[in-house]
């Protein structure tokens, strides 16, 4: 007589279990990469998520040139030869020059300039500087009146642009350390002084 008392019981407890069972599992693990089964995903929600596009467009390095000129060298101690050497290395060293003013005065943005940035930040120099000893000569000619002409020029990489809009990036970030292809070791025990040559001639 106990088992009959307690069939209302029973019934009530199996009608709530059938019902609880025949609705959908919620599953947070459900994604679009791993679906799941007879489950409803957190996807279909409509709840909405951010995403962030990222400008992955690379750009084309920007080429900086300059010209050098220089007049013809008259000497009575240097032979005909030496002095056309002298003026053509004369010109060279011109257009190295006028090349370091042009990427020094190089504009980053709107509102900041290389050479605004300069007296603030002294790495920022060195990391110009190692990129001037990566120029090469385009070309040299001697003129009618016998100057001399020579074309430079120096592509500034995609990252060059990242670095100097932010100096602080140029000593933590390892994509804006430049290796220069000089020998560094007479600059390294001169400490912080000035840089005294960026016109190497290889």
Do not use: W
């Not at 005065?105 to 709107?110: N, P, Q, S, T, V």
């Amino acid at each position: 007589m106990s088992v009959f008392k307690h069939l209302p019981l029973l019934a009530i407890i199996s009608i709530a279990l059938t019902a609880c069972s025949g609705g959908p599992v919620l599953s947070p693990e459900c994604t679009s990469v791993s679906p799941c089964n007879n489950s409803i995903s957190n996807l279909t929600t409509g709840e909405e998520k951010d995403i962030e596009i990222i400008d992955v467009v690379p750009r084309d390095p920007i080429i900086v040139n300059a010209t050098g000129y220089s007049a013809p060298i008259s000497r009575k101690n240097l032979s005909k030869s030496q002095a056309r050497l002298m003026s053509l290395r004369g010109s060279k060293l011109d257009a190295y020059r006028n090349l370091a003013e042009r990427v020094y005065g190089l504009k980053i943005d709107g509102t900041s300039s290389i050479s605004n940035m300069m007296t603030t930040h002294d790495e920022l120099r060195t990391y110009v500087d190692a990129y001037l000893v990566g120029a090469k000569v385009v070309s040299q000619r001697e003129l009618e009146d016998g100057t001399f002409e020579t074309v430079v020029e120096m592509a500034l990489q995609e990252n060059f642009r990242q670095c100097v809009s932010s100096p602080s990036s140029i000593l933590s970030n390892p994509a804006c350390q430049v290796r220069p292809r000089y020998n560094t070791s007479s600059s390294s025990q001169s400490g912080n002084s000035a840089t005294t040559s960026l016109y190497t001639v290889e």
